[in-house]
């Protein structure tokens, strides 16, 4: 649907593309957003284990997350 919108309507082509980051980021916000206040809980339920340097890193891979989704 890309291809063919780019070719024949680029206005709507843009509105589309638009819209699907629009959307992509309320998925993406608030899942980051939960995950980086919970990496130290979520990593200790997963796998039993108390390490802030685990904890830290996990934060720096969900917020580098972001713009992996988006992209």
């Given amino acids: 649907m ?7 309507d680029k206005e709507a082509f843009r509105k ?4 699907i ?3 992509l ?3 993406i916000i608030p899942i ?3 995950i980086y206040f919970l ?4 990593l200790e339920f997963i796998y039993e284990f108390n390490s802030i ?3 830290i ?3 720096i891979l969900i917020i580098a997350e972001v713009f992996v989704f988006l992209t």
Avoid: P, Q
């Fill in 53 to 55: 340097e685990s904890a």
């Fill in 25 to 27: 980021m309320l998925i």
């Fill in 39 to 42: 990496s130290f809980r979520i």
């Fill in 21 to 23: 980051l629009y959307y």
């Fill in 16 to 19: 589309l593309f638009e819209d």
């Fill in 32 to 34: 980051t957003i939960g």
């Fill in 57 to 59: 890193a996990f934060k």
């Fill in 2 to 8: 890309f291809s063919r919108l780019f070719y024949k």
